[in-house]
C-alpha cells in the first residue's frame, strides 16, 4: 500500500513527484485561461474534471518512475483548469451567495457594485 516500495522510487523522486505536478500547473494556467475564453467554460471545465479523475485513477495503476511522471503532469495539466474556471463562474453570477459578502468581493477582484 506504500506508493514508494509498490514502484521502486527514492524519497527524492517521490519529493520531484509534487515539483512536476505544481510546474505543469502553473505552465498551464495561461494556456487554460486563453481557452477558456474562446470554448464554452462548462463543456470545458466539465471534460478536464472527468480527465483529472481518469488520471487520479491511473495513478494507483503505475509501476514505475516514468509512468508516475507522465500521470503526474497530465494531473497537473487537468487540474490548472478547475481554479480559473470556478472564479471565472463566481464572478459571473453576482447573485451567489458568496458575493453577498463585502470580503468576498474584494478577495475576488469584484468592483463594489457587483
Request: with cysteine; proline share 5%.
Amino acid at each position: 500500500m506504500d506508493l514508494k516500495e509498490d514502484t521502486g522510487i527514492s524519497t527524492d523522486q517521490f519529493s520531484q513527484l509534487a515539483l512536476v505536478f505544481y510546474v505543469t500547473y502553473l505552465a498551464f494556467e495561461f494556456p487554460t485561461g486563453y481557452l477558456m475564453q474562446r470554448l464554452p467554460t462548462a463543456k470545458y471545465l466539465g471534460v478536464n474534471v472527468i480527465l483529472w479523475g481518469l488520471m487520479t485513477a491511473l495513478v494507483s495503476t503505475a509501476k514505475n518512475w516514468a509512468g508516475l511522471v507522465t500521470l503526474r503532469v497530465l494531473l497537473g495539466c487537468f487540474e490548472a483548469v478547475v481554479a480559473p474556471a470556478l472564479v471565472s463562474q463566481v464572478r459571473q453570477r453576482p447573485s451567489c451567495p458568496i458575493l453577498r459578502c463585502r470580503r468576498a468581493r474584494k478577495l475576488l477582484l469584484l468592483k463594489p457594485g457587483g
